[in-house]
T-cell receptor, first 112, second 116 residues
């Protein structure tokens, strides 16, 4: 069963600090790697995604870094804020399909 | 515009009863997904509909689970003879499909199912 391995499971960061979440995937034919953000009681919402003809994509305080040879990608949240406290999921396409397999999630808590 | 909607938002049912969950995707989205999310857990894929193609049912955990979709609109997920382990949030997502691929999935708020 193909998996996407996500770490850490939980993360506590001081306000203003950098939050880093990592994911590793298995073979996939399609280069599309999204991150989803989920607040309690809500459905996940697409945060940022990369189609890696580049190794990095930045949107505001959020950056995806991608390492194709290592089959790894990570989410960096700069200047973390209490409002960023949520669960974050990475995802990768399954095999040679476009169906997404999600990581197990990282619960981020940002304290003031 | 309107996002993905799901109903009911909460459902409490007795063990052994059947339940039906509804998903209204974003208009024009041809791909529709159902996921299950147990408390504090990740997203477990259940089933995928794309246009008129046969649905991908590979994630359905047992034959008690089934889903239908009417054209490119509403989908219903049915769980027969519910068990306590079915208690979870059931999430629906839809996406555009172009070429051979669908990408960004837009999620609904989910239906929280509690089996007593």
């Amino acid at each position: 069963q193909q998996q996407v391995k996500q770490s850490p499971q939980s993360l506590i960061v001081q306000k203003g600090g950098i939050s880093i979440i990592n994911c590793a995937y298995e073979n996939t034919a399609f280069d599309y790697f999204p991150w989803y953000q989920q607040f309690p009681g809500k459905g996940p919402a697409l945060l940022i995604a990369i189609r890696p003809d580049v190794s990095e994509k930045k949107e505001g305080r959020f950056t995806i870094s991608f390492n194709k040879s290592a089959k790894q990608f990570s989410l960096h949240i700069m200047d973390s804020q209490p409002g960023d406290s949520a669960t974050y999921f990475c995802a990768a396409p399954l095999g040679n399909t476009d169906k997404l397999i999600f990581g197990t999630g990282t619960r981020l808590q940002v304290f003031p | 515009g309107a996002g993905v909607s799901q109903s009911p938002s909460n459902k409490v049912t007795e063990k052994g009863k059947d339940v039906e969950l509804r998903c209204d995707p974003i208009s024009g989205h041809t791909a529709l997904y159902w996921y299950r999310q147990r408390l504090g857990q990740g997203l477990e894929f259940l089933i995928y509909f794309q246009g008129n193609s046969a649905p991908d049912k590979s994630g359905l955990p047992s034959d008690r689970f089934s889903a239908e979709r009417t054209g490119e609109s509403v989908s219903t997920l049915t769980i027969q003879r519910t068990q306590q382990e079915d208690s979870a949030v059931y999430l629906c997502a839809s996406s555009l499909f172009w070429g051979q691929l669908s990408y960004e999935q837009y999620f609904g708020p989910g239906t929280r199912l509690t089996v007593t």
